[in-house]
């Protein structure tokens, strides 16, 4: 019996001494598996973590737009004194003292003078006439053209018959512009004579 009681007892402790190995040994490996598991996962947490995070937008600089020059404004061009003078008369005929007449076509002005003692064949004559007829076409600007050319420098211009009747005399203005004169003749009993003139104001 004290040997029965004594293998009973030696089998007692063997099996709780195995039974307490089994449980130390379960949560040991418990204990391992769930820091593996642990160490495993927080690599990826850590990486989900990264991916999903979103890095705040750079902000762009803002350009610097430069002041822009105000556009200039192009100069008015002066006008020039010959643009600017034109026929005293009016459109038509008008009748001017010692019964001359002047016809105004536009900026075309022809002054008329076929009667005894106006028409002549004479070039000196004939500027006598136009330097004091011309100003009741173009007022004091004209006087003043003329008083700047010595006496005879508008027939002595050309031809009187041939050719200032074709390409006219030159009255200059002073600023780049002229009056340009052309004498009308028609035959005479005794050649031709001057009896009217045209006149235009010409840039040149």
């Known amino acids: 019996m004290l040997r029965g009681s004594a293998l009973s007892a030696v089998l007692l402790v063997l099996g709780s001494v195995g039974t307490i190995g089994a ?21 990826v947490a850590i990486a989900n973590a990264t991916n999903d995070s979103v890095a705040a937008p750079t ?25 600017a003078l034109k026929p005293l008369v009016p459109e038509g005929t ?9 016809t105004r076509h536009d900026s075309v002005v022809v002054l008329s003078f076929d009667f005894a003692g106006a028409r002549t064949r004479v070039p000196e004559r004939f500027e006598r006439l136009v330097r ?6 173009y007022g004091a600007r004209a006087d ?19 050719e200032l009747s074709e390409r006219g005399a030159r009255i200059p203005l002073g600023d780049g512009g002229a009056i340009a004169l052309y004498p009308i003749t028609r035959p005479g009993r005794d050649g031709p004579l001057v009896t009217q003139y045209r006149v235009t104001v010409t840039k040149s």
């Not at 004091?132 to 076409?137: C, I, K, N, Q």
Request: charged content about 10%.
């Open 23 to 43: 449980v130390t040994l379960r949560r040991h490996t418990t204990t391992r598996q769930v820091a593996s598991r642990v160490s495993a996962r927080q690599p």
């Open 59 to 83: 902000p762009s600089p803002t350009p610097v737009v430069a002041p822009t020059a105000p556009t200039p404004t192009p100069p008015i061009p002066p006008v020039s004194a010959s643009a």
């Open 94 to 102: 008008t009748t001017l003292a010692g019964g001359m007449t002047a």
């Open 132 to 137: 004091t007829t011309l100003p009741s076409v």
């Open 144 to 162: 003043s053209a003329m008083r700047a050319i010595p006496d005879g420098g508008i027939v002595r211009q050309g031809d009187l018959f041939t």
